[in-house]
């Protein structure tokens, strides 16, 4: 079992910035944490005692978006590759010894309702044909839709659970992505703690 979650760094341009991300991260249980928003203007990776692996992309020439990952070494798949698929996307692959990658980890930072809704098409629109053409075992997408999700039920079944109360229009564009790929919406399946926000 692989343990993710997300983190909105809203930029990790300085020093002081990682070492707060890496202090927050050294409070729980992880395997890998997606970052989100990471605004950084060059690659940045980087391997830390603690047997964590940092790594950091680049943001578009407006300064928005960027993805980075830490990865905790110390679980028992190894990091098989890591890629800048856009601003927006990046791709981790992890493989236990010397087989093929098993896991594919998509971490993204969707564009938010302030967007065209041309620039958010587009995004879904290369996630949608990076995970097809993807063929690791499993895949999962980790990361920041800035979107609210209604419940959605299909004819092969319920891909979007029914814990969600809130929707905008980011959630129909997030909801029509996990019904065509066939995937499921995680967070929506189950019931949130009223103090925690979900996204």
Known sequence: MVTTCTY?????????SVDD???RA???????????????RQHFNT?????????????DSREVGGVGALVNTSF???IDSLEQLTTRIRRLRLKRRETNPVLGIFVVNAPTSNY?????DAFYMDLEKFY???????????????????PTRTSEGRRIGTQVLEWNEQGDQLAKFI???KTIHGNSQFHERHPQRWT
């Open 8 to 16: 909105n760094s809203r930029a990790l341009a300085s020093e002081s």
């Open 21 to 23: 991300v890496l202090m």
């Open 26 to 40: 050294r409070r729980i249980r992880y395997d890998v944490i997606s970052l989100a928003e990471t605004r950084i």
């Open 47 to 59: 391997v830390y005692g603690t047997r964590e692996e940092l790594f950091l992309g680049t943001c």
């Open 76 to 78: 028992s798949m190894n």
């Open 116 to 120: 065209d809704e041309e620039e958010v």
């Open 132 to 150: 097809r053409e993807d063929h690791t075992f499993f895949n999962v997408i980790i990361g920041d839709f800035n979107a609210m999700i209604r």
């Open 179 to 181: 019904i065509a790929p």
